[in-house]
């Protein structure tokens, strides 16, 4: 079962407008959560992350957004420029647990 | 660089033959994981290690898949008699700290793996 769920495969953006990618959990243990990114025959690359004790860090233009009620979480890239074109993948994590949980990832086109 | 490094990147094997694939880590990393990635999904966890010790190995998919890391640096994957459903890009991970806690993993660039 997939207990990550990002459900939209792709997002194609202008660029200098607001990129928003979602994720959606199931497991109500999960309390940290990443944000990676991932360039085509290159590995992962971390981007943010957030502790659920908060419900907002932000990193210069990326910022996430933690819902924990509604078990949903938020990327926000603005503004967003032809280099961010990637997968983006959601990835969480139950504190004490060894292994990251990880979404089937969103393709992000940034149109110049 | 002094990022994760894997090799070979690429690997074709006919079904039934093994393959080893090797993860160097960032020097000094405590923290060593190994993920698989199919075609289209996230990486899934298979198995994690503490310096030289295997502490998890809950997702490894069989008993064809046997993971080492004797010196507590390098760390190789191997897969025995592999089969097709074996195809995928494997992911190596080291991280700084011990696993459980609020830390980054850093990735390698992956072995893609076609067993034929």
């Known amino acids: 079962d997939q207990q990550v769920k990002q459900n939209s495969p792709s997002l194609s953006v202008q660029e200098g407008r607001i990129s928003i990618l979602n994720c959606d959990y199931t497991n109500s243990m999960f309390d940290y959560f990443l944000w990676y990114k991932k360039y085509p025959a290159e590995g992962p690359t971390f981007l943010i992350s957030?502790?659920?004790?908060?419900d907002k860090n932000e990193d210069g233009r990326f910022t996430v957004f933690l819902n924990k009620s509604a078990k949903h979480l938020s990327l926000h890239i603005v503004p967003s420029q032809p280099g961010d074109s990637a997968v983006y993948f959601c990835?969480?994590?139950?504190?004490?647990?060894?292994?990251?949980?990880f979404g089937t990832g969103t393709r992000l086109t940034v149109i110049p | 660089g002094a990022g994760v490094s894997q090799s070979p990147r690429y690997k074709v094997a006919k079904r039934g033959q093994d393959v080893a694939l090797r993860c160097d880590p960032i020097?000094?990393?405590?923290?060593l994981f190994w993920y698989q990635q199919a075609l289209g999904q996230g990486p899934e966890f298979l198995t994690y290690f503490q310096n030289e010790a295997q502490l998890d190995k809950s997702g490894l998919p069989s008993d064809r898949f046997f993971a080492e890391r004797p010196e507590g640096s390098v760390s190789t994957l191997k897969i025995q008699r592999t089969q097709q459903e074996d195809s995928a890009v494997y992911l190596c991970a080291s991280s700084s700290s011990i696993a459980g806690v609020e830390e980054t993993q850093y990735f390698g660039p992956g072995t893609r793996l076609l067993v034929l």
């Open positions: 990835a969480a994590r139950v504190t004490g647990a060894n292994n990251l949980f």
């Open positions: 957030i502790s659920s004790i908060k």
């Open positions: 020097s000094g990393h405590v923290s």
